[in-house]
């Protein structure tokens, strides 16, 4: 999916809303399209913490449905990476509210490190790009 706009762990707050796009046909086994690109995908930011001087920021990121056809289905799914060059250390974890966007900073001795980045919030440009994989079937009822 990409997003539909910019979230920061600045300036983002928990319970926000985001929405993204389906990128490219979702086929089912036998060659239809179940999710057809441009589909409306939905989701929420269910925690935030700003960067400090000592820890990076975090955003947990979770997706509720997806709009196909003009109907709404819910969707369960977890976040499994960002497109390239999003965040500048990223660590992707899952947990029981979402899956856990993180910047790295740390020492070369914790073989973590926000490289060069004197900000170390996460920023997701409009238009990143987010690989998901659903975690339960989804049935979608309709034509292809």
Sequence with gaps: MAMLQAISS???????????????????????????????VSGTIAEVTSASSRNGGTLTLTVNGVTIRGKNYPLTARIDSLA????????????THGTVIGAAVGSAADGIQAGESKDSDIRLPEGTHVIVTLTFPLTVWGRS
Excluded at 14 to 40: E, K, Q
Excluded at 84 to 95: D, L
Aim: no cysteine; charged share 20%.
């Design 10 to 40: 600045r300036t983002a707050k928990a319970g926000n809303s985001y929405s993204a796009t389906v990128v490219a046909d979702v086929r089912d086994d036998a060659g239809r399209v179940v999710l057809p690109a441009t589909s409306l």
């Design 84 to 95: 390239a060059g999003a965040i500048i250390g990223q660590i992707i974890t899952r947990h």
